[in-house]
C-alpha cells in the first residue's frame, strides 16, 4: 500500500501534481494496474479535492470511504485512495471506456516503443442521456470549443426553468471546458470534453458525452490523434490473474439499469467460471459472493491457491500438492 501526504504549501505546485497523468508500464498479459493508497486530509481539504489530487472521482472515493463526511472529512482523518484497477476484458488498442468502473483506459506505446496504459477518471451520461456502447473513434479535435446544447437538453433545462442559448461560446461559462474531442456516432453530439465544474467528475450526471478533469483532458487531447478508436464497454463485473491468483472487482449498476439487466449471482458465476477454463484454481466464493454484494470497486483475490502453468508445474521444487494448497495471501 502506498502511503502519500497532501501537504500543497503552494498552489502552482499544486496545479504541477495535477498535470501529471497516471502512466503505468504494461506487462504481457497483465491484468492489473496502480496500488492502492492513503493520504491523511488537511483542514481544508474536501474529498473531491483529494479525488482530483490523485486522479480519482467523486463517487469512487466516497465508496472507498464510507462514513466519511464529504465536503468536511476533517483534518487527520485517514482518507483511502482506490487507486488499483483491473483492466476490462477487452482488445487493449486506443482508449477503452468502461462506464460502470467510471475510467477511461488509454493504451499505447511511449517514446521507447513500450507498451503503457494511461488512466484517468470520468463523468458519463445519467439517467435521461446514457452514454452509448459500442466501438467508434475520434473524428474531430477541438480547441476552446462552442458547445451547442441538443434540442432535446435545452428542452429539459427549460422545463427546470433555465433557457439556454443555441450556443455557449469559449469560456468560463461553457461546460466542455477548454478542450473536446468528437466522437463518431451517428448524430454527432457525444463528445469526450473537459469541464468548468471539476466537482463532478466521476459521477453518472452529463448528456451523454464523457467528460474530464481539465488538466487531464489536455494531456488526452495532446496525445490521442483523430482516427483513434474509441470503445465503449459495461463491464460492471471484472476479472483478472495477479501472478497465477484469481482476482475480482465489482462495480454498482449504471443508474437506470432495468431490473432484468442487472447482474446477479448467476452472471458473477459465469465471470468467473470463464475466468477460470483454462487456469484452474480453487475459488473462495464466500469471498467472491461478498466482493459482488459490496461492489466497492476494488480488486480482491478470490482465488485459494495459485496456477502454475505447465513449465512451472513440472519444476522438480514444485510438487503439485504443495502448488494446489499454496497459502493465501493478501
Known sequence: MILMQTKWPYA??????LARAQVFPLGADQDLIGEPGQ???????????????????????????????????????????????????????????DLPDGRLYYFRNDAHERAVVETYPISIGQMDWKTPIGVTKIVVKERNPTWYPP??????????????PESIPPGPANPLGAFAMRL???????????????????????????????????????EVPVGMSVRLVNERIKTGWVDGALYLEVH??????????????????????????????IVDWDTAERVFGEARGEPTRISVDRWLAPAQAAKPTLSAQSSRYAAKTP
Open 39 to 97: 493520504t491523511t486530509a488537511e483542514h481544508a481539504d474536501t474529498l473531491p479535492d483529494i479525488a482530483r489530487r490523485y486522479h480519482l472521482g467523486f463517487d469512487e472515493i466516497g465508496i472507498a470511504n464510507p462514513g466519511i463526511d464529504v465536503w468536511l472529512p476533517g483534518a487527520g482523518t485517514t482518507v483511502r485512495l482506490p487507486m488499483q484497477h483491473l483492466l476490462p476484458n477487452v482488445p487493449r488498442t486506443g482508449i477503452v471506456v
Open 184 to 222: 463518431g456516432i451517428p448524430g454527432g453530439a457525444y463528445l469526450i470534453h473537459g469541464t468548468n465544474l471539476p466537482v463532478g467528475v466521476g459521477m453518472q450526471i452529463t448528456h451523454g458525452c464523457i467528460r474530464l478533469y481539465p488538466e487531464d483532458i489536455e494531456t488526452l487531447f495532446k
Open 252 to 281: 454498482h449498476a449504471l443508474e437506470a439499469t432495468a431490473p432484468a439487466d442487472i447482474e446477479d449471482l448467476t452472471a458473477l458465476t459465469r465471470a468467473v467460471v470463464a475466468a477460470t477454463a483454462s487456469r484452474r484454481v
Open 12 to 17: 502552482a505546485l499544486f496545479v504541477a501534481c
Open 151 to 164: 434540442k432535446s437538453v435545452r428542452e429539459k433545462h427549460l422545463q427546470d426553468g433555465e433557457v439556454l
